[in-house]
Nanobody, 122 residues
Framework: QVQLVESGGGLVQPGGSLRISCAAS????????MTWYRQAPGKEREYVAT????????HYADSVKGRFTISRDNANDTLYLQMSSLKLEDTAVYCC???????????????WGQGTQVTVSS
């Protein structure tokens, strides 16, 4: 029953900014760390950033550190990724993910959304 729905993607010029969102349901959002991933055509899924359940600890891939900011709104079960100084190589489908036990289940597993397309092009 876990659902992760990304939104906010679009076409952006190099150097521009964009904020994407991930609306979560089916698990206790406020008790789980959340992660952003991205995948470009023909490439493997790449780690982007992680935020702790309370939002106080954040980690970033070297490729995005200093440009991207991960955040969350636990009151609204929403994860965000603020992207700035965008580069052509940031073009990808961005997905949010979680390792959790879904409500009504006894197993812990990984879940991820379908993703939102971010295209950086001039």
């Amino acid at each position: 029953q876990v659902q992760l729905v990304e939104s906010g993607g679009g076409l952006v010029q190099p150097g521009g900014s964009l904020r994407i969102s991930c609306a979560a349901s089916g698990f206790t959002f406020g008790l789980n760390a959340m992660t952003w991933y991205r995948q470009a055509p023909g490439k493997e899924r790449e780690y982007v950033a992680t935020i702790s359940r309370g939002g106080d600890i954040r980690h970033y891939a070297d490729s995005v550190k200093g440009r991207f900011t991960i955040s969350r709104d636990n009151a609204n079960d929403t994860l965000y990724l603020q992207m700035s100084s965008l580069k052509l190589e940031d073009t990808a489908v961005y997905c949010c993910g979680v390792r959790t036990r879904a409500w009504g289940t006894s197993q812990i597993r990984d879940y991820w959304g379908q993703g939102t397309q971010v295209t950086v092009s001039s």
